[in-house]
């Protein structure tokens, strides 16, 4: 039997290269996207070129009554389900004082960022419970937050709100599933090369170059694929819970 992954946000960035990078190590993948067009389905094709068993799942994760009705969809095509990636997330409507912030941005982040990460969690961890598992494969739910679960970027303070509840149910779910045997993961990048920090990223390339950073570089979507795949993979045994932070040491404290 092989691992079956569902990884959300998956038409690109992070979510993309979480999927290669699990197909790499043999899983089968299901890639979400908000959408069922052009970018999903060149993610797909992109996936199946390392010859593992691939399927578009196009739904909005927002929308919590679609979850169970996609995992059952995911396991007829795929298999029984191992792995969930959240991946997906969205930044806020704009960036700037937090006493300007509108309940329409607010909303929407925490909807995307924490509300539906945990429904989709609860109905993936639903499904493992209730049926038996082969022990010799690993179960897991790794979640994709952001270093701003810890550290404030004022002017994003919903996102950063947002990421905290998602670390918080990381936690949540780890207490609860751990007697299961089901390991859960909170990776916190830091600054990465996505289309959602392309506005900034040259201005933090330079800001990691001069020591922001303690390794001079940003992050790019392949090194937090690795990471994801590592822990869906059981590659660190023992373990469940942990904060990974993928962030080249950007919060270690220091004088």
Not at 160 to 167: E, H, V
Not at 205 to 223: N, S
Request: charged fraction near 20%; include cysteine.
């Amino acid at each position: 039997m092989r691992q079956v992954a569902l990884v959300t946000g998956a038409s690109r960035g992070i979510g993309l290269a979480a999927a290669e990078a699990l197909a790499q190590d043999g899983f089968a993948i299901a890639l979400n996207g908000l959408f069922d067009d052009a970018e999903l389905h060149e993610a797909v094709r992109r996936v199946k070129a390392h010859g593992v068993p691939v399927m578009a799942a196009p739904f909005d994760v927002s929308d919590t009554t679609l979850a169970a009705g996609w995992l059952a969809r995911i396991e007829e095509t795929l298999g029984p389900l191992t792995t969930l990636v959240n991946n997906a997330g969205v930044g806020v409507l704009q960036r700037g004082d937090l006493l300007d912030v509108t309940e329409e941005s607010w909303d929407r982040c925490l909807t995307v960022n924490a509300k539906a990460l945990f429904f989709l969690s609860q109905a993936f961890a639903r499904r493992l419970l209730s049926r038996t598992r082969p022990e010799t494969l690993f179960h897991s739910i790794v979640n994709v937050t952001s270093s701003n679960a810890r550290a404030v970027a004022v002017q994003r303070s919903e996102y950063c709100t947002s990421k905290a509840a998602a670390a918080m149910v990381s936690m949540a779910f780890a207490v609860r599933l751990g007697p299961e045997n089901i390991a859960v993961y909170d990776v916190q990048p830091g600054l990465i090369a996505t289309d959602m920090t392309a506005p900034v990223i040259e201005m933090y390339r330079k800001r990691a170059a001069d020591g922001l950073t303690l390794m001079p570089r940003v992050g790019e979507p392949a090194d937090m694929g690795g990471i994801i795949a590592t822990l869906a993979s059981g590659k660190l045994p023992y373990t469940t819970g942990q904060v990974i932070s993928a962030d080249a040491g950007l919060l270690v404290p220091r004088f």
